[in-house]
């Protein structure tokens, strides 16, 4: 696959922060979190996937966390300090992002959303989240993730 560039490796490479680019092929559709992990040949563990979701305030949240789990919304709106979070709608994604569904990065959207990581981050060396298109992976340090979103650690799996 042609290494191309993407708003979160710009992104990275503007703060001097480290990374490392995984392309996998994407043309059989296979593009959820665990067909992923496997064509990076990655554990799903440390592999993580970028949800986005509102709050009762109407605000914007972004949630990353390891493929295989599922977010618990209670915990989800704990950490965002609303009385209840719901995932938004597949067609909303791209105009609140900038990024498309299966290609969503938690890094370079187009607006600074409040960002909440999974603390299983922390006990990873590294994670891989979406590089911002469809076949691209970003392999970083949580701490480093962290800084680059300006998220912070939470409980939010089941």
Not at 125 to 153: F, M, P, R, W
């Amino acid at each position: 696959m042609k290494q191309i560039k993407t708003n979160a490796m710009r992104l990275l490479e503007s703060r001097k922060i480290p990374y490392e680019a995984h392309y996998y092929d994407c043309r059989d559709g296979k593009i959820d979190g665990l067909s992923v992990a496997e064509k990076t040949n990655k554990d799903p563990e440390v592999v993580f996937k970028t949800l986005v979701a509102r709050g009762t305030s109407k605000e914007i949240y972004v949630f990353v966390i390891p493929v295989a789990a599922e977010l618990d919304l209670k915990k989800a709106a704990g950490a965002a300090g609303e009385k209840k979070i719901e995932m938004v709608q597949v067609k909303e994604i791209q105009s609140l992002t900038g990024y498309i569904r299966g290609g969503c990065s938690p890094i370079g959207m187009k607006k600074q959303y409040r960002t909440f990581i999974d603390e299983k981050a922390r006990e990873a060396e590294t994670i891989i989240v979406s590089g911002g298109k469809i076949g691209i992976q970003i392999e970083i340090k949580g701490n480093d993730l962290i800084e680059a979103t300006g998220g912070k650690y939470a409980d939010l799996i089941k």
